[in-house]
């Protein structure tokens, strides 16, 4: 995702999301961010969420409006992490935006082969596709993904979400236990099967998972 500083003179602070394919960003990784002060004013767009983090513990979660950075305006975060209307002194906080639109067209594979039995015989298949997914709810998603997994970039994120993926076509072919013939020439039959498997683990993290395409699946030695 490609995050455009629009209104920088006016002293907002505000990202416009123009590519959607950016997960969660801290602001002020950028040295051109603005300083997060007492009385700040915060715009949170269309499709995005902010997340307060004091320490290692979640405060104030909002969604699409123009916020001011007051006590009263967000009381978790100032009983969190105290701040009196200091206009020079630094909120002591780490701010949060979360792209809560759908992230499409990412890639996922087995790392490890899928154990099919079939007729006595056990086989590995092979599997590849697509997938698309999205934020459905800030708030475990911080609890979760974030602050327990520690996933704190979007390229920790997107690189977790293929191994679940992975790990529910696994367990979909071998609760099916269809004919491994028949997962290699029409995969894509089983692929709502899967994104029902894979939501199953997603949900409670705040995830959905969504159009799950299997493109392609083979024994391992093909």
């Given at each position: 995702?490609?995050?455009?500083?629009?209104?920088?003179?006016?002293?907002?602070?505000?990202?416009?999301?123009?590519?959607?394919?950016?997960?969660?960003?801290?602001?002020?990784?950028?040295?051109?961010?603005?300083?997060?002060?007492?009385?700040?004013?915060?715009?949170?767009?269309?499709?995005?969420?902010?997340?307060?983090?004091?320490?290692?513990?979640l405060a104030d979660v909002f969604d699409k409006g123009l916020?001011?950075?007051?006590?009263?305006?967000?009381?978790?975060?100032?009983?969190?992490?105290?701040?009196?209307?200091?206009?020079?002194?630094?909120?002591?906080?780490?701010?949060?935006?979360?792209?809560?639109?759908?992230?499409?067209?990412?890639?996922?594979?087995?790392?490890?082969?899928?154990?099919?039995?079939?007729?006595?015989?056990?086989?590995?298949?092979?599997?590849?596709?697509?997938?698309?997914?999205?934020?459905?709810?800030?708030?475990?998603?911080?609890?979760?993904?974030?602050?327990?997994?520690?996933?704190?970039?979007?390229?920790?994120?997107?690189?977790?979400?293929?191994?679940?993926?992975?790990?529910?076509?696994?367990?979909?072919?071998?609760?099916?236990?269809?004919?491994?013939?028949?997962?290699?020439?029409?995969?894509?039959?089983?692929?709502?099967?899967?994104?029902?498997?894979?939501?199953?683990?997603?949900?409670?993290?705040?995830?959905?998972?969504?159009?799950?395409?299997?493109?392609?699946?083979?024994?391992?030695?093909?």
């Amino acid at each position: 995702m490609i995050f455009g500083r629009k209104g920088r003179n006016d002293g907002v602070i505000r990202f416009t999301d123009e590519g959607r394919n950016l997960v969660i960003y801290r602001y002020g990784s950028d040295s051109r961010d603005l300083l997060l002060l007492p009385g700040s004013r915060i715009r949170v767009e269309e499709g995005q969420a902010i997340a307060f983090m004091a320490g290692h513990e979640l405060a104030d979660v909002f969604d699409k409006g123009l916020y001011l950075l007051t006590p009263e305006n967000f009381p978790i975060l100032a009983e969190k992490s105290p701040f009196r209307m200091r206009p020079v002194r630094p909120v002591r906080a780490e701010l949060y935006f979360i792209n809560m639109q759908p992230v499409t067209e990412r890639k996922w594979a087995t790392r490890s082969p899928a154990l099919v039995r079939e007729e006595g015989r056990n086989l590995l298949v092979r599997a590849y596709g697509t997938y698309d997914f999205q934020v459905t709810d800030a708030i475990p998603f911080m609890l979760e993904v974030f602050r327990s997994r520690g996933f704190q970039t979007t390229y920790e994120i997107v690189s977790f979400l293929p191994t679940l993926i992975a790990g529910a076509f696994a367990a979909t072919v071998s609760e099916l236990r269809m004919p491994v013939p028949e997962i290699i020439n029409h995969p894509w039959e089983i692929s709502s099967l899967v994104c029902r498997k894979a939501n199953q683990s997603a949900a409670p993290l705040g995830l959905e998972i969504m159009n799950v395409m299997i493109e392609g699946a083979s024994l391992p030695d093909e």
